[in-house]
């Protein structure tokens, strides 16, 4: 159902977005990348693709925020996976009008020219963050939306126009909502990156709170879901779940990776790193159900499994990563 359909991958430089892009070209897709515009010409993770897969990659550089760039990338194609998006909470703190600008507006230009252009299929990207701190657990789909920082609230708006196009438009719109992914090519704005790369350069690994609870999704099979969520019959409306069902609290994520890379240096609480109290999301841990029974996707990766190939990764490229500091 993949092979030969044209598909245009938004934020297809970043973490989640590279690896969709690799799978879909792949699998024989005519894949075109949306990439911001830069004055580099950075491709960002894509640079981690193989030589000759990525000569067969349309790569198109722009602003998610450009409704005529976004009307003219759009056209032409089946498919549009949209993940084009500004994800780091902490910066949401210090400027969240960009976030209402990229997230919300941006999802509006992808909507708005699905649209006009009668886009076969739209998957948008949302985030367990828009629950904030579980009411109830585990969490499905239906449990109430909380802005517990700009940036899920930013999300919240984007979700929220997605359906409005859906019920207003008939847009055939998906809406995914991953719990947390990791793997290779994450950033260290990510804390499992953060806590691998201080093992290997530092005397002590420096964390926000240790307490919180996170759901963890290996980035294959949030991959995975993402590709069903384009070709499965019958579900445009819909909003899914990615997650595993389990969660652990970061100091237990940190004292399993330590041990998995056989480090014994201690786990230091640095309060730069936490959140304001009433911001922090306490337990996430998924109702994945939704997702077993519309598109039969379920998890297949192991947390050590997922665990040791982000660690490879972290090790191979240190370069990548500035653990000595805090970056918002």
């Known amino acids: 159902m993949i092979n030969g359909k044209r598909i245009l991958i938004t934020g297809a430089a970043g973490f989640i977005g590279s690896h969709l892009t690799e799978a879909l070209a792949n699998a024989g897709a005519k894949v075109t990348a949306m990439v911001h515009y830069n004055a580099t010409s950075s491709i960002g993770n894509l640079t981690f693709l193989p030589l000759g897969l990525r000569d067969r990659i349309a790569i198109t550089a722009g602003n998610i925020e450009d409704s005529d760039f976004v009307f003219r990338s759009v056209e032409g194609q089946d498919i549009v996976l949209h993940l ?7 910066y949401s703190y210090v400027a969240p009008r960009s976030y209402v600008r990229t997230n919300i507006e941006g999802t509006l230009n992808v909507l708005e020219a699905a649209r006009r252009l009668g886009t076969e299929r739209v998957v948008h990207t949302s985030t367990s963050e828009v629950y904030g701190t579980a009411l109830r657990i585990p969490i499905n789909e239906d449990h109430p939306l909380q802005g517990q920082s700009p940036y899920s609230a930013s999300k919240i708006g984007a979700d929220k126009i997605a359906e409005s196009y859906y019920r207003s438009f008939g847009t055939p719109v998906v809406t995914i909502r991953p719990f947390n992914t990791f793997g290779p090519r994450q950033s260290a704005r990510a804390f499992i990156p953060t806590i691998i790369s201080q093992a290997l350069s530092r005397d002590a690994v420096h964390l926000g709170s240790l307490a919180p609870h996170r759901d963890m999704t290996y980035v ?34 940190a004292t399993r990776i330590l041990n998995l890379m056989k480090c014994s240096k201690p786990i230091v609480h640095d309060a730069e790193r936490d959140r304001p109290e009433k911001s922090e999301v306490r337990q996430l841990v998924s109702d994945n159900s939704k997702a077993a029974r519309l598109m039969q996707w379920r998890p297949e990766t192991s947390l050590d499994e997922g665990l040791r190939s982000t660690i490879a990764f972290v090790c191979a490229h240190p370069a990548l990563f500035a653990p000595e500091r805090y970056t918002v």
């Open 84 to 90: 084009a998006a500004l994800i780091a909470i902490p």
């Open 220 to 253: 294959r099979d949030t991959v995975d879901g993402f590709i069903r969520a384009a070709t499965t019959p019958g579900i445009p409306g819909e909003t899914i779940n990615l997650g595993t069902g389990e969660s652990f609290s970061i100091g237990d994520f």
